[in-house]
């Protein structure tokens, strides 16, 4: 519900959460995990960190919202998918329960993956917050570890209008002595994490201060980077396949996570599970939608980049493309900051406005309205297939198209 309307569906609550979980027997006590929230890169890290530990040999759980093509995307042990029947068993055993307490679909899913896990008896879970921190249905778990990759502008409606705000939400994941590795270093929302930490009783430290990426690179498929902490070589010719220019933030946090993981916990992970895990993530975990070639000649890639923020990383990988041409097949949401994230898109490109088919949908004639007033011009399409059919129909052999915007979009090409 929340995926089609927007806001209205958001419970900024935990109440359901807790009277579902109760009334489950606490099935989140019963496994170890590790939580992680931030604006953009959470799905990455969380996709990278469950990768890793099933490299090394730890049954891993990994819950993760939205999904793109299949609902089950969402709950995953060793990377695959939580079969049908267990979703309709769940809800059929679980339907006065439902009715009763009345939550809400992210709730009902937050319930079904800790069941599922605890069932299943995981290792360890890697749980992916769905919005915000401090109220979201995942935060009635105590991890082993949290993690908050970043934070910019995205959720104003429901989250705050500033980033010490935001940072303030994000913030609530951090519990009593548990903890936590902040990815970026930012100015405005690293007094808000240390105090909160300071609060806690919890042990922090940023990524970005221990460690630093040089030699990237992308060839075979690959990111190709090598990792430093104060001078000294920690990894080399690390690789990753997941090719955005992006990660590389990512990759300093899963693996100053790993870190404190080694240091301060039972579990233990070594050098060649992290490289293994990284190499394979996409293989391990079937993650789609980042920076995810489709097809070649012409190059056609999507990205579920879709604040400020992830659009400006999407424009610096586009940049970093070879092309004669670029075409832009885009669509949007209405509740995002739509003027400041076409404001960074390039103007040197032939856009195929489209809509994602959702009531969140921004109809794809006022984002073509608006993107005119900013210098980006194109034509109109029904949907997002069809955007998608006329780029690659009028694009060269050696031109770009890239498709994205919003993760709805993302979902409809794919």
């Known amino acids: 519900m929340f995926t089609r309307v927007g806001a209205s569906a958001f419970k900024k609550d935990l109440t359901n959460t807790i009277l579902f979980c109760n009334a489950l027997?606490?099935?989140?006590?019963?496994?170890?995990?590790?939580?992680?929230?931030?604006?953009?890169?959470?799905g990455s890290t969380s996709h990278?960190?469950?990768?890793?530990?099933?490299?090394?040999?730890?049954?891993?759980?990994?819950?993760?919202?939205?999904?793109?093509?299949?609902?089950?995307?969402?709950?995953?042990?060793?990377?695959?998918?939580?079969?049908?029947?267990?979703?309709?068993?769940?809800?059929?055993?679980?339907?006065?329960?439902?009715?009763?307490?009345?939550?809400?679909?992210?709730?009902?899913?937050?319930?079904?993956a800790f069941k599922h896990f605890a069932k299943y008896k995981v290792d360890i879970a890697v749980i992916e917050v769905g919005l915000g921190g401090r109220l979201d249905s995942t935060n009635v778990i105590?991890?082993?570890?949290?993690?908050?990759?970043?934070?910019?502008?995205?959720?104003t409606n429901m989250l705050g209008n500033t980033i010490e705000e935001i940072a303030g939400e994000k913030a609530g994941i951090i519990k009593e002595n548990v903890p936590v590795v902040i990815g970026e270093t930012q100015d405005k929302s690293a007094t808000v994490f240390e105090l909160k930490a300071k609060q806690m009783h919890s042990e922090l430290v940023f990524a970005d201060q221990m460690l630093s990426t040089h030699d990237t690179s992308i060839s075979g498929g690959h990111l190709k980077l090598s990792?430093?902490?104060?001078?000294?070589?920690?990894?080399?010719e690390l690789?990753?396949?997941?090719?955005?220019?992006?990660?590389?933030?990512?990759?300093?946090?899963?693996?100053?996570?790993?870190?404190?993981?080694?240091?301060?916990?039972?579990?233990?992970?070594?050098?060649?599970?992290?490289?293994?895990?990284?190499g394979n993530v996409k293989k391990s975990t079937d993650l789609k939608g980042r920076w995810q070639t489709l097809q070649q000649n012409p190059l056609v890639v999507c990205d579920t980049g879709h604040n400020e923020?992830?659009?400006a990383e999407v424009v610096k990988n586009i940049n970093r493309t070879p092309f004669t041409h670029l075409h832009m097949v885009f669509g949007m949401v209405k509740d995002k900051d739509i003027g400041n994230v076409l404001s960074l898109l390039?103007?040197?490109?032939?856009?195929?406005?489209?809509?994602?088919?959702?009531?969140?949908?921004?109809?794809?004639?006022?984002?073509?309205?608006?993107?005119?007033?900013?210098?980006?011009?194109?034509?109109?399409?029904?949907?997002?297939?069809?955007?998608?059919?006329?780029?690659?129909?009028h694009a060269k052999t050696t031109d770009f198209i890239f498709i994205g915007g919003s993760t709805f979009v993302v979902a409809e090409a794919l």
């Not at 079969?83 to 009763?100: P, W």
């Not at 990660?247 to 060649?272: E, G, M, R």
């Open 142 to 155: 105590t991890p082993e570890l949290s993690v908050i990759t970043n934070i910019s502008m995205d959720h």
């Open 309 to 311: 923020a992830g659009i």
């Open 227 to 236: 990792v430093y902490s104060q001078g000294i070589l920690l990894f080399k």
């Open 239 to 278: 690789k990753c396949d997941l090719t955005g220019l992006y990660q590389h933030k990512n990759i300093l946090t899963v693996l100053q996570a790993i870190s404190v993981l080694n240091l301060k916990t039972d579990f233990k992970v070594s050098k060649k599970s992290i490289y293994k895990g990284l």
């Open 25 to 42: 027997g606490n099935p989140q006590e019963k496994f170890k995990s590790i939580h992680i929230a931030g604006t953009n890169g959470k």
């Open 346 to 393: 390039p103007k040197e490109a032939t856009y195929y406005f489209c809509s994602p088919d959702l009531e969140r949908g921004l109809p794809a004639a006022e984002l073509a309205l608006q993107a005119g007033k900013l210098g980006l011009t194109g034509s109109v399409y029904r949907s997002v297939a069809e955007a998608k059919e006329n780029a690659i129909k």
């Open 48 to 112: 990278m960190l469950a990768s890793i530990l099933q490299a090394q040999g730890y049954k891993t759980g990994l819950y993760t919202s939205p999904h793109l093509t299949d609902f089950r995307e969402r709950i995953r042990i060793n990377g695959k998918m939580i079969a049908k029947k267990e979703v309709i068993s769940f809800v059929e055993h679980n339907k006065k329960l439902i009715e009763n307490i009345s939550p809400s679909f992210f709730e009902v899913t937050v319930a079904l």
